[in-house]
């Protein structure tokens, strides 16, 4: 199975080879906002004359956009624009006419109705002082030294890494991978250089093939499992809230930057929004890392995953839970089990949004006309089952799979409340190969797998 895959390795890089990776995103950017004001003033120009009553046909030629036609452009004016353009790499530039190109696609097929979600705004100009320095190579030399300790870009030359490369060296070696581009990106106060591989990846195969395991994410608990396991959320930016007030204040209390007047920023206020900036990296890295070691396990472990498709960007509207909601990484979870689930080859169900996994009773089916977000136990009226509500949610999600069976492929649920979950017993059970013939029907007790130990436990 190919597939493509990223590796990360951060650098550590001497003063002359910063200011060489600087230089090519400098250019990178030179070449964006050239392209951009010359697109910016052609299209400007064409308004004015249509506000005059200019024909159609007798407007000032548009300009093409793609990603051809704006290089063409730039290889007939870079000895005007830049004449310093022979000291750095041709993919610097290539890189700002790239993002561009992307951009005004975006932003055009959002007009349009093409593009999904909310609407994408013009690109705008890149500043110096506010864009990240990023640049990004597809031809030439790129590769990794055979020490695993060193990189070679082009124009670049060698650059040590921080850790070893040795997880892709091995697959260079063994001719598994093959990197198609490699992009040197600051972030945090420190250079990493990204490769996208393409990666011929074994059949994987799941701990436990049969295995059908729910996922409800949440704040209090980053992720409740119909196994009855209870992932703790581990708050890191609570927890880092402290010291980044404290930060934040110390940078306050120096001469910061002012576009008003022209001023530029004092040292001292560099260094501190340094200081700054490496604290919510450091933040963004301990949440990158706990969830991709969840979400490996659950795809390395259970057949097949089922999840919610929460609208995340609904609930950060919640000016109170927002910022638990963001540092969780609701969407972050769903994203990676989505590729990891294909890697290891289960797979990955998704719940309709509007399915009622809170409200429903894991016992006997019966849904409750209302449930208040303070209620943590589900207590059903019908049958008296009393659980956690979050346990109870992750049975429900879990039982979907036969459903997702019978109904072929897609969402369940789609009618929201008025879909209500069967008994458990009614509900046919498509088995895993090996275990049965597909589509055998199996029953399963109608108070469900795990209602007496939750009961012990909600107790």
Known sequence: MKTFQAYRFALDLT???????????????????????????????????????????????????????????????????????????KEAFNTG???LARGLK????????????????????????????????TTGAIRVEPDRMHVVLPRLGRLKLHESARKLARRLEAGTARIMSATARRHGGRWRVAFTVEVERSEGVP????????????????????????????????????????????????????????RRPSKRWERAAARLGRAHAR??????????????????????VVV??????????NRRLARHIADAGFAEIRRQLAYKTSWNGGRLLTADRWYPSSKTCSGCGAVKTKLALHER????????LVIDRDHNASLNLAALAAEFDSAGSGPVAARGADQKTRVRGQVAM??????????????????????????????
């Not at 136990?377 to 008296?384: N, P």
Request: charged content about 25%.
């Open 377 to 384: 136990t589900y207590q059903c009226q019908a049958c008296g």
């Open 430 to 459: 498509k088995r895993e190969p090996g275990t049965a013939s597909a589509g055998q029907t199996g029953t399963v007790p109608p108070q469900g797998r795990t209602t007496d130990r939750a009961l012990t436990r909600a107790h």
């Open 308 to 317: 919610e498709d929460l609208n995340v960007t609904g609930m950060l509207a």
């Open 106 to 137: 975006n932003w055009a097929d959002s007009r349009n109705g093409a593009r999904a979600g909310r609407p994408v705004g013009f690109p705008r100009f890149k500043s110096r002082h506010r864009t990240t320095p990023s640049v990004r190579f």
């Open 207 to 262: 701990a436990r093939p049969c295995s059908v395991v729910g996922v409800d994410v949440g704040i209090k608990h980053l992720a409740v499992l119909s196994t009855g396991e209870f992932v703790d959320n581990p708050r890191h930016l609570t927890s880092a809230q402290q010291r980044l007030r404290a930060l934040g204040r110390a940078l306050s209390r120096k001469t910061g930057p002012d576009r008003r007047t022209g």
């Open 97 to 99: 006419l790239d993002a």
């Open 15 to 89: 003063v002359a080879q910063e200011r060489a990776v600087l230089a090519h995103a400098g250019a990178a950017r030179v070449a964006h906002n050239w392209a951009l004001a010359r697109l910016k003033a052609v299209m400007d120009q064409r308004g004015a004359e249509r506000s005059y009553g200019v024909p159609d046909e007798l407007l000032t030629p548009s300009l093409s956009w793609s990603l051809p036609a704006l290089r063409k452009a730039w290889n007939a004016a870079k000895d005007n624009v830049a004449p310093w353009w022979p000291e750095v790499s």
């Open 283 to 304: 933040v963004a890295n301990l949440r990158r890392d706990g969830l991709h070691k969840l979400t490996t396990r659950l795809a390395a472990t259970h057949g097949t």
